[in-house]
Structure formats: C-alpha cells, structure tokens
C-alpha cells in the first residue's frame, strides 16, 4: 500500500495501511488525524520562546514537543526517503548536514537581526522554503518549522500572526519554492510579518 508521501510500505507505519505507528495505537487516519492535531495545539500553547541560537537541535527540541505524547520518534530525523506528489524531498543521508547549513548560527546571523523588514521578509521566506525542501521529520514538519520560525521572527524584533495564511496558497507558494520561486511565500510572510515589537522598558 503506498502512504500519502509515496514510499510504498513505510516502516513508521502499520504493515498493510498508511497510518502511522502512535502512542494511543489510532488505527483510523482521520481519527489520527484529529488527535495529532489536538495534541500538537496543546502542545504548542506551552512552547515558550528561548533566545537563540535558533538552530538544528532547536528544531528538534519543537518536535519533540509537538509530538511526543503521540509518535515514539518525536524529534527524530526520518531513516526513510519521501515524497509529495511529483516533490521529493531531501534524501534521509543528507538530511543532518543540509539542515545544520541552512540553521547554522553564522547563517542565521546574516540575515535574523538588523534586517530592514523588506529585506528580512525576504530572507525569510528563502529560508523557509530551502528548510521545508529537507522535510526533516516523518511527519509534522510545517507545523514545526512555522513555531520555529515564530520564535526566529520574534527575537528579530517582529510580529508574526500565521491567521493570514490561505491553506491552498500556502501550498502552493511552498510547491513553487521547490523550483527557488519564494515569490508565493514572500508575499505571505509580507502579510504575516506585522510591525516591529516595541521594546521592552
């Protein structure tokens, strides 16, 4: 049976279907579906803001939160290849040394702090799509990178509301972003990213 990112039996699921092995043993995918975004909401209210370095094991450290009271590989790097629709996504060998480049704290530097906003907006769609294109995890990479770059985005001195974002234009603009078109999400983090925080008295 082929899963929803096209890798045939996939070991992370159970033999025979395209559900993914959890905790609560769900065996119904939209009952899974429900509970994973249940539980990632919960999860995600108690996610404070640290300071940086925003890096690879930041990232880990969101997923793990995220996911863990539902998959035993929460915050682990996927072992399988995978695809979406005519999108292959990074290969798992190169997934650590891709990611530790694209968050390494120098590369971040360049561009997380002291951009005008502009400029950063672009930056950090750039950056969003390259990170999406690795897909480090089995499952739940957008909603981890979008924390991930909430906490890049507030510690640059910006705000960030995601309500903005339109689910097919959001897929869209990240299927372009495979090609380095980051038109499509320089515009929604143009509407994503609000004014400058005031700073703290």
Not at 34 to 57: G, K, M, N, T, V
Not at 157 to 166: F, S
Request: hydrophobic share 40%.
């Amino acid at each position: 049976m082929i899963d929803k990112y096209g890798v045939g039996q996939d070991p992370y699921c159970y033999p025979g279907t395209s559900i993914l092995r959890n905790k609560l043993n769900i065996r119904c995918e939209t009952e899974l579906d429900l509970a994973e975004r249940e539980l990632s909401d919960i999860a995600a209210s108690q996610i404070e803001l640290c300071l940086p370095p925003y890096d690879f094991a930041y990232l880990k450290e969101i997923h793990s939160r995220l996911f863990q009271d539902l998959y035993d590989w929460a915050g682990e790097i996927r072992h399988v290849d995978i695809s979406k629709d005519t999108t292959r996504f990074c290969r798992a060998d190169r997934i650590v040394p891709e990611s530790k480049k694209l968050l390494a704290p120098a590369t971040l530097a360049q561009w997380a702090e002291g951009l005008p906003l502009p400029a950063f907006i672009n930056a950090c769609a750039e950056a969003f799509g390259d990170l999406n294109m690795v897909h480090p995890f089995r499952e739940g990479n957008g909603r981890t990178q979008r924390i991930f770059f909430e906490h890049l985005i507030v510690n640059a001195g910006y705000e960030i509301n995601w309500w903005e974002v339109d689910s097919v234009e959001w897929r869209q603009a990240n299927i372009a972003a495979v090609h380095c078109d980051y038109s499509g999400l320089a515009t929604i983090f143009s509407r994503c990213i609000g004014p400058p925080l005031p700073l703290a008295q």
